[in-house]
């Protein structure tokens, strides 16, 4: 596509269920991110997968994260037992090979809220 | 601890008035800091890299330069359109991919 496609665009969630978040990249690039935004906050960096290989998973903040990038295309973070402190925007970012990956082409972002 | 502090947390402008924004940084082995543009309900769009010391990059109304230790946005004769957010983040030495960001200035232009 022309650029980064993340869905759903609006989540409500009860406390306790599974969200699962997807994003379609820009055809071909190769390095993939996930960031969570806080509202009137900057962007925190969750995860960055290069192809299906995930490389750092460092900043995701517990167990009930997980994401995956299973043929280095489309990716879906998916949060597990919901809490209300997991309320926020999840922006996808793609980046393309040899790119600086400070460079990063955002979707519009998923805006999670836990009830 | 890697940390970016941008200044003045808002801004309002009226068409026309040039101003500066702030971004300051403490990171050791500076790789790149970057600009980022948000409007509403829409992710960080990107703007600008910058790379070393004295470094200077334009993009129409828009000046970014950087120093050993802060950025500064220069916005010449704005317009209503430039109204948004603008995000300043750094990149650490090394393989870290991560980018550390600050929580932005939020900028109105007034007609």
């Known amino acids: 596509g022309a650029g980064v496609s993340q869905s759903p665009r609006y989540k409500v969630a009860k406390r306790g269920q599974d969200v699962a978040l997807r994003c379609d990249p820009i055809s071909g690039h190769v390095s993939l991110f996930w960031y969570q935004q806080a509202l009137g906050q900057g962007p925190e960096f969750l995860t960055y997968?290069?192809?299906?290989?995930?490389?750092?998973k460092s900043g995701l903040p517990s167990d009930r994260f997980f994401a995956e990038r299973p043929e280095g295309s489309v990716s879906t973070l998916k949060i597990q037992r919901t809490q209300q402190e997991d309320s926020a925007v999840y922006l996808c970012?793609?980046?393309?090979?040899?790119?600086?990956?400070?460079?990063?082409?955002f979707g519009e972002g998923s805006r999670l809220t836990v009830l | 601890e890697d940390q970016v502090t941008q200044s003045p947390e808002a801004l309002r402008l009226q068409e026309g008035e040039s101003s500066s924004l702030n971004c300051s940084y403490t990171?050791?082995?500076?790789?790149?800091l970057f600009w980022y543009r948000q409007d509403p309900g829409k992710g960080p769009e990107f703007l600008f890299t910058?790379?070393?010391?004295?470094e200077e990059k334009e993009k129409e109304r828009l000046k970014a330069t950087l120093t050993k230790k802060e950025s500064f946005l220069h916005i010449t004769a704005p317009k209503p359109e430039d109204s948004a957010t603008y995000l300043c983040?750094?990149?650490?030495?090394?393989?870290?991919?991560?980018?550390?960001w600050g929580l932005g200035t939020s900028l109105a232009v007034n007609p």
């Open positions: 997968f290069q192809n299906e290989a995930q490389l750092d």
């Open positions: 970012a793609s980046s393309s090979r040899g790119a600086n990956t400070g460079e990063l082409f």
């Open positions: 910058l790379y070393s010391a004295g």
């Open positions: 983040a750094v990149q650490g030495p090394g393989n870290n991919r991560k980018l550390i």
């Open positions: 990171v050791s082995g500076l790789r790149g």
